[in-house]
């Protein structure tokens, strides 16, 4: 019973999750997984796989061949992109939906952002990105500045419920982590954390393709993969 009520608990989540066309799914590609690692790729694409955000991004460092093989990555992709700087405007864009109130008046208001271990490793990284962002605006307190940015938004990783509702024990107690199985690009992966979400709500997995706005903020070339 108790497992029962807990399946059922998730399907909750991930049905409202679903249900809500202003969440974000939000993936990024590194040139690695430590503490060091820098963005190579950013996607975020709406519950309604809206395309928000599908950008390559340069790093500003040499791609490490173990990364290359991870996401396919490579310099000659990112050579001629710009950096995280330069598109610090359209991923805050991005990240923020808007509510016209009374009066033809625009409120502005963080998402609600999921993603695949975005909490344990995609959000410390892009804290680690915006922090250098704002060092090189001057900011007193970069790391301060980050954290602002990032609790305009909430965070919710995907992967964690996901295993727990998979049910497969780990040897080291609790349920083995699972993979997203996603080709390991941008918005590719946001959409394969759809795919999981609707497993987990119990529902067929989406048909229809990844679809532009005239909120999107992408490059054709990204959007066609």
Not at 168 to 189: C, F, I, M, T, V
Not at 194 to 203: E, I, K, S, Y
């Amino acid at each position: 019973m108790e497992r029962d009520r807990e399946v059922a608990g998730l399907a909750a989540w991930a049905a409202a999750l679903l249900d809500d066309p202003e969440v974000a799914v939000l993936d990024l590609e590194t040139t690695g997984l430590g503490d060091t690692a820098r963005i190579v790729e950013i996607g975020v694409v709406t519950t309604d796989r809206r395309v928000l955000l599908d950008r390559l991004v340069n790093p500003g460092i040499p791609m490490p061949a173990e990364a290359t093989r991870h996401n396919g990555i490579t310099d000659e992709m990112l050579t001629g992109r710009t950096d995280f700087d330069a598109l610090m405007g359209d991923l805050t864009h991005a990240l923020t939906r808007r509510e016209v109130r009374g009066g033809g008046r625009v409120e502005l208001y963080g998402r609600r952002v999921v993603g695949w271990n975005l909490v344990d490793f995609d959000r410390l990284v892009l804290r680690n990105e915006l922090a250098g962002y704002y060092q090189r605006q001057g900011h007193a307190d970069p790391r301060a500045s980050a954290d602002a940015w990032l609790s305009t938004m909430t965070w919710e990783d995907v992967m964690i419920p996901f295993s727990t509702w998979c049910g497969e024990p780990s040897h080291r107690g609790g349920y083995r982590w699972q993979k997203l199985n996603g080709p390991h690009r941008g918005a590719a992966d946001c959409l394969a954390v759809l795919d999981r979400l609707a497993d987990v709500a119990g529902r067929p997995a989406a048909v229809l393709p990844a679809q532009t706005s005239g909120d999107a903020l992408t490059g054709a070339e990204e959007v066609a993969r």
